[in-house]
Every structure is written in structure tokens, then in C-alpha cells.
């Protein structure tokens, strides 16, 4: 996962490392401050400052250079180099349960093309996870709607195009027919009903092969954007605030469509990977 901005250390759950292009190192800069009393005496307050840093190491970028005998490789290119890395799915099945106990170890790849493949693709995966929520929705996905609200409507009846936006709870289609071992509620995720006004159909199958932490992309936003309340708390969790909050009645739906794609769209750039090989 990428972020444009300084996380909390919690954000993907307790103890999450982020692995920066920069970090910033707090500095104590005294500067004379001048007391304008009868006396005139000069006190001296203390003014904190953050000075941003390189967190990739002059070592490696050195070692990159030579390496690929190339001085115009920069930082951020094995940074980026590093996000592409981390979506090989040789690095990750060779190593997975290496990556479940421990910090990940990336090496330098040999040949220089696949280094410039790893980090140009990684820039590009980068931007689409960084801007998901500006990913038209794929162009085989229908949407169906008992009626359609058109934009200017929306303007015009905001309360009526929100109710008719609003989620409870998503939920795949079901189809006996598909009942197998592994699919045991026979879910057909081809089609999953929104609402009662909506339903989205033709879903690519292959974008559930985009999985976070055990589970699709897709899957996570089914999960998360429901009405819920927690037992203990008796506090309820309902997404439909946060559209109300941003003033986009579709924005669930939006953001949805975006994931759709998305997960699509990733699987197609890391098919673009070098394929690495691990001696055993």
C-alpha cells in the first residue's frame, strides 16, 4: 500500500511500518529574540524545525549507478524500483512466508532493462493506487437502475438523490448452479446488488485476483461500506454520512466502480513485470 501523505503507524492495522522516500528529522534552530523593556535584555527562544531527508541511502544509490553503469538514476527511481518489486508474484510466493515474520529484503535485479521495467512500472502503479478515486469505471461493467438520475436532478433534490444512492449492506447475486467446494453460497461476483435501485453486472472475474491482506479489493469495500453496529459499543457506522459529507450522493457507487477497475488495471501492470528467478 502507498500513501501521498505521513500516516498514522495504525492505518493498515497495529504495528504497520512505512518505508518513506522521505522522513523528516526535527532540528532545535535558536534564533535572538530582542526583550524591547527599559532593560533591553536579549532573551533567546527556541524554535522547532523539521528538515526533510533522503530515506534512500546514498549507499544504494551509488551501488544502483555502478551497477547499471548509469549516473542518471535518481532516488526516487528505486523507490518507485521498490514499489514494482513488491508486486512481483515471484518475490511474493518464493518468499511468503518470509514476508509474514519479517521485513522484506530487495535485492538488485542483474540486467539494467528490468530494473527500469520494475521502477517505471512501480511509478505507474503508484499513481493509479495514489488517484483511485479518479478511475473511470470499466467499460464492460453495466450499471442498472430501476430510474435514472440525471446530474442536474441530483442538484436539484439532494435529499431524494441520496436516499436513492444510499447503501445498507452490498451483496452478491447467488446462484445454486455455482455451488462448488470453494464457493459453498454458490455467490455468482459477476453481479452485485447495491441497492434496491441499483445493480452492477458484468463484473470481470479476474478483478478479485486483486487481493489486500488476504482478501479483493473489491471485497474490502462490500465489507466496509455497510450499516453497521458494533455490539459493545452500541455506535453505528454508516457510509452513507461520509457522502453526505462530501456532498456526493453516488460517491459509494463511484468509488465502487473505481475499485473495479483498479484491481484490473493493477493485474494488467504486473503481468508488464520482469519475471524473476530465486535460486532454491
Not at 151 to 161: C, L, R, W
Request: hydrophobic share 35%.
Amino acid at each position: 500500500m502507498i500513501s501521498n501523505k505521513i500516516v498514522d503507524l495504525n492505518f493498515k492495522g497495529a504495528g504497520a511500518q512505512c518505508f518513506p522516500l522521505y522522513y523528516y528529522e526535527k532540528s532545535e534552530e535558536k534564533s535572538p529574540i530582542f526583550n524591547l523593556d527599559e532593560t533591553f535584555d536579549r532573551e533567546i527562544k527556541t524554535k522547532n524545525q523539521y528538515t526533510r531527508k533522503d530515506a534512500i541511502s546514498d549507499f544504494i544509490l551509488q551501488k544502483a549507478r555502478s551497477q547499471y553503469n548509469h549516473q542518471g538514476i535518481i532516488k526516487e527511481d528505486i523507490f518507485y524500483y521498490v514499489y514494482g518489486f513488491l508486486h512481483s508474484p515471484e518475490y511474493r510466493e518464493t518468499f511468503a512466508n518470509d514476508l509474514k515474520k519479517s521485513l522484506p529484503r530487495i535485492p538488485l535485479v542483474e540486467n539494467k532493462d528490468d530494473f527500469w521495467s520494475f521502477s517505471k512500472i512501480g511509478r505507474k502503479l503508484a499513481d493509479l493506487h495514489l488517484n483511485y478515486e479518479s478511475i473511470t469505471p470499466h467499460p464492460e461493467v453495466i450499471i442498472s437502475e430501476t430510474e435514472l438520475i440525471k446530474p442536474n436532478a441530483i442538484k436539484a433534490d439532494q435529499e431524494n438523490a441520496f436516499n436513492f444512492y444510499g447503501v445498507t449492506k452490498l451483496r452478491f447475486k447467488k446462484d445454486k448452479s455455482l455451488k462448488t467446494k470453494q464457493n459453498k453460497q454458490g455467490l455468482d461476483k459477476t453481479t452485485i446488488f447495491y441497492n434496491g435501485n441499483i445493480i452492477i453486472k458484468n463484473i470481470p472475474l479476474k478483478a478479485y485476483d486483486y487481493v489486500i491482506n488476504g482478501k479483493s479489493a473489491i471485497e474490502w469495500v462490500i465489507d466496509r461500506y455497510q450499516v453497521k453496529t458494533d455490539t459493545k459499543s452500541g455506535i453505528t457506522n454508516n457510509p452513507n454520512d461520509w457522502s453526505k459529507e462530501v456532498g456526493n450522493p453516488r460517491y459509494i457507487l463511484d468509488l465502487l466502480l473505481s475499485v473495479i477497475n483498479l484491481s484490473i488495471k493493477t493485474l494488467e501492470l504486473v503481468e508488464e513485470l520482469p519475471k524473476v528467478k530465486f535460486e532454491s
